[in-house]
């Protein structure tokens, strides 16, 4: 089955305390991206890599990090944490590198930074 | 800026007919996409338009005019399981890497 999978689903840490959420798919596909969701925001990307050892910016980076040391994985790290980063995140992964549409989205993590 | 506008809300009875307006303040973008999330759980595509014009898949239709900065999801036949939030979304011209600007989505409640 074509899936793009995330974890953990859900976390709960506390300030400054590092983490990384794991996002994988299977689809061979060459773009991946990662996207906070927040009321009334809609969805705003963190951080997209257009292939391997290939990555960039999008509209809210500040406090994250990401790798793309193979295809099929796309970690996002919080190196130092802070409450403003609780959160909805989603990762997705798209076939047509060029324009990146018909992403396929993983079911999301929901983190809370206390 | 690079933004896209959609309703907030919008509300429905089963069996009709809704549009979902999406407006955007950008130089230019390669196409315009719509995503459905139902209660917080993963977007899910549902249309892409390339060019200007209407693309039909089933009961929804997408609507593109680069000329009046607009596009719209027409969701046909409507049904109480299409209750849910759904997002256009564009990849500007003036990236040409992946980045991808979303709107802040619309909540579609469909009523009995």
């Known amino acids: 089955e074509a899936q793009v999978t995330q974890n953990p689903r859900y976390l709960i840490t506390v300030t400054g305390k590092k983490l990384t959420v794991t996002c994988s798919q299977n689809m061979n596909h060459e773009y991946m991206s990662w996207y906070r969701q927040d009321p009334g925001l809609g969805l705003r990307q963190i951080y997209y890599s257009m292939n391997v050892e290939v990555t960039d910016k999008g509209d809210v980076p500040e406090g994250y990090k990401v790798s793309r040391k193979e295809k099929r994985n796309f970690p996002l790290i919080l190196e130092s944490p802070s409450p403003n980063q609780t959160s909805l995140y989603f990762c997705a992964s798209s076939g047509h590198r060029g324009v990146a549409y018909e992403q396929y989205f993983g079911p999301g993590t929901r983190l809370t930074v206390t | 800026g690079q933004s896209l506008e959609q309703p907030s809300e919008v509300t429905a009875v089963e069996g009709a007919i809704v549009q979902i307006n999406c407006t955007y303040q950008?130089?230019?973008?390669?196409?315009l996409s719509w995503y459905q999330q139902h209660d917080g759980g993963a977007p899910t595509f549902l249309s892409y338009n390339a060019l200007d014009g209407l693309e039909e898949t089933g009961r929804f239709s997408s609507f593109l005019s680069r000329s009046d900065s607009y596009g719209y999801l027409l969701l046909q036949e409507l049904q109480m399981k299409d209750s849910a939030s759904y997002f256009c979304a564009v990849k500007p011209i003036y990236n040409q890497g992946g980045k991808l600007i979303f709107g802040q989505g619309t909540e579609l409640s469909v009523k009995p």
């Open positions: 950008t130089s230019g973008f390669y196409g």
